[in-house]
């Protein structure tokens, strides 16, 4: 049966450093990537990053947007949106989870969006956070229904 997956990523910004992990498995093996994951049963997208972000890095953060939805075909006819996070800087110092990633640090930003060490993607929305050519999409206050955690970004 095939499924959809819906996958989270975050972009931190300190001091004109961004947040970086170096991945363990996988066609990123070895490269650096925006800090990333899967979003559980019954958990919001925006409750999904910061879980990720702290689990893979012990950065604490706070939502500011969404800045990026992808959707793609996978070869095996699984289909995945993958949604990035423009998030700001609360508290923490990174550490890697050792599992998912190996090392996890902030890097000067000029130098990530050209270095070929750093996944595509994540340079490209890099550059696009730092060159303010991002759409944004906020949450909103709208909340039409009763018992359950309804939310709503644009």
């Known amino acids: 049966m095939k499924q959809i997956i ?3 990523g975050g972009i931190v910004i300190k001091d004109n450093k961004v947040l970086l992990v170096r991945h363990t498995y996988g066609q990123f093996k070895g490269k650096w990537i925006i800090p990333s994951g899967h979003v559980e049963t019954g958990e919001n997208i925006d409750d999904a990053v ?16 969404i800045i990026s939805i992808r959707s793609i075909i996978l070869p095996d006819g699984n289909s995945e949106i993958y949604i990035v996070f423009l998030l700001d800087y609360v508290s923490g110092t990174p550490t890697s989870d050792g599992i ?3 090392a996890a640090a902030f890097f ?3 130098k990530v969006i050209n270095d070929e060490n750093v996944v595509y ?8 956070v730092l060159t303010h050519t991002y759409n944004k999409l906020s949450l909103d206050p ?8 309804y939310k709503l970004f644009c």
């Open 108 to 110: 000067n930003i000029d």
């Open 142 to 149: 709208f909340y039409p229904f009763g018992n359950f955690n």
């Open 6 to 8: 819906v996958g989270v």
């Open 100 to 102: 998912e990633n190996d």
């Open 121 to 128: 993607l994540s340079r490209y929305l890099i550059k696009k």
């Open 50 to 65: 910061l879980r990720e972000i702290k689990e893979e890095t012990s950065i604490e953060t706070r939502v500011k947007n």
